[in-house]
């Protein structure tokens, strides 16, 4: 594997970890999220870095297959740019919806390293 996707993949997963540790131990509960602005502002960050280097690996080599890939960098453009407009209810959706597939993709195409 390219030593850059390698690395960008390596963020992803950092910043999905991340996001996990703000629950360590907690129950995930919406109305917590929507009432604790340090957590939501630290999940968009994470975000955006997810999005910023699945972002990289899509241009570095279009033919990468991860799932969802435009989707994210969409999310994370929206973030950045239209922050005005995300909801809680997407960003929650995402946390509990989607980073947990992601996670187990990422972690699953780290582990078959150099097998493409």
């Not at 996990?20 to 629950?23: G, H, I, K, P, V």
């Not at 980073?99 to 582990?111: G, H, Y």
């Given at each position: 594997?390219?030593?850059?996707?390698?690395?960008?993949?390596?963020?992803?997963?950092?910043?999905?970890?991340?996001i996990?540790?703000?629950?360590d131990?907690?129950?995930?509960l919406?109305?917590?999220?929507?009432a604790?602005?340090?957590?939501?502002?630290?999940?968009?960050?994470?975000l955006?870095?997810?999005?910023?280097?699945?972002?990289?690996?899509?241009?570095?080599n279009?033919?990468f297959k991860?799932?969802?890939?435009?989707?994210?960098?969409?999310?994370?453009?929206?973030?950045?740019?239209?922050?005005d407009?995300?909801?809680?209810?997407?960003?929650?959706?995402?946390?509990?919806?989607?980073?947990?597939?992601?996670?187990?993709?990422?972690?699953?195409?780290?582990?078959?390293?150099?097998?493409?």
């Open positions: 594997m390219d030593i850059e996707i390698k690395t960008w993949l390596y963020d992803v997963l950092q910043s999905i970890n991340e996990e540790s703000y629950y131990g907690k129950q995930k919406f109305e917590e999220y929507v604790d602005i340090k957590t939501k502002r630290a999940i968009e960050r994470d955006e870095i997810i999005g910023e280097a699945v972002n990289r690996i899509s241009k570095k279009p033919d991860l799932n969802n890939a435009d989707k994210i960098v969409g999310t994370r453009n929206r973030i950045i740019h239209g922050y407009k995300i909801s809680d209810e997407l960003i929650w959706s995402i946390v509990i919806n989607h980073i947990p597939k992601l996670k187990e993709e990422v972690s699953l195409l780290l582990s078959e390293g150099d097998c493409f």
